[in-house]
């Protein structure tokens, strides 16, 4: 799991926890669909941005 700041450039995940934008991708590329934090699947991934 990252360490860096998820505040600036974070992804909201459905299940409203934050994911550093850079994780977010590669977690898509790795054919990762849950969230690291909870485990919960994510249909519908990214929900918006928090800057």
Known sequence: MC???T???CKIMP???KV???CSTA?????????P?????T?????GNNH
């Open 43 to 47: 249909d519908a991934w990214f929900v």
């Open 20 to 22: 550093h934008g850079e």
């Open 7 to 9: 505040f600036h450039g």
């Open 37 to 41: 934090i909870c485990r919960n699947p």
């Open 27 to 35: 977690m898509l590329k790795n054919g990762i669909r849950t969230c």
């Open 15 to 17: 299940c409203y926890h």
């Open 3 to 5: 360490l860096e700041d």
